[in-house]
């Protein structure tokens, strides 16, 4: 069942990359790459996808997102905590998005669509997890890098430019854009989540700071990231 309690403020707890590891496993969860049909097709479905990543986190408050990356034809997430309610998260996902494809009369084979779960123990599996999946989006296309593929937690990593663009509590908005963008009547969000140009920013629910802890600094995050 899908959980229904108070939301905690998103965010990383204090620690290393190290500590973050040796406190609960992180899954890098990823769905086949040879998906019969199309998840997302257009803008309009990213954005779906992206403000339905926001809600499954809430409804999981216990689990802990780095990272996450969105492509035509596949999921891919990087969650911190027992594996039980990383798949509870994975079925949320896609029974929503299997409603938002039908409403619109497409039919991908979904049937296919199943969570690879890999689970990480040690800091440079989790560093080398973080920089494929904010890689993942751009590899192939010759219009994106990592730093501007949107579709990703990946942007956010060590580019504080992103973060000072002009946000809005999701609070703030009326009930009808609240439900448009989360695509639910019932469904309440935590009040730290914030809203850029109709997607709720992944820097609201997204532990990017833990994330970036597993590297030494920025230089050293793009050098990688640029191999």
């Keep these: ?97 299997k409603r938002y494809l039908s409403d619109r009369f497409r ?30 989006g751009a590899s192939g296309q010759p219009g994106y890098t990592p730093y501007s593929y949107p579709w990703s937690a990946g942007i956010l990593y060590f580019n504080p430019l992103i973060l000072k663009l002009p946000k809005v509590p999701f609070s703030s908005l009326s009930q009808a854009e609240r439900r448009r963008i989360s695509r639910s009547r019932l469904l309440p969000l935590p009040r730290s989540y914030l809203v850029y140009q109709g997607i709720i920013a992944p820097s609201s629910y997204c532990a990017i700071s833990e994330g970036e802890s597993c590297f030494r600094d920025a230089r050293q995050y793009f050098r990688l990231l640029s191999q």
Excluded: H
């Design 107 to 136: 039919y991908p084979d979904l049937a296919r669509l199943e969570p690879g779960l890999t689970m990480i123990r040690d800091p440079q599996t989790l560093r080398q997890e973080i920089l494929r999946i904010n890689g993942y």
């Design 1 to 97: 069942m899908e959980a229904s309690v108070p939301f905690p403020s998103p965010g990383p707890p204090a620690g290393s990359c190290t500590d973050a590891t040796q406190d609960s496993p992180f899954w890098a969860l990823q769905t086949p790459a040879d998906l019969a049909g199309t998840l997302f097709s257009n803008r309009e479905d990213f954005i779906f996808g992206m403000n339905l990543t926001a809600v499954c986190v809430a409804l999981y408050p216990d689990l802990r997102l780095l990272t996450f990356t969105l492509v035509s034809n596949q999921l891919l997430f990087l969650l911190s905590g027992a594996q039980e309610t990383v798949v509870l998260f994975f079925l949320s996902y896609k029974k929503r998005l």
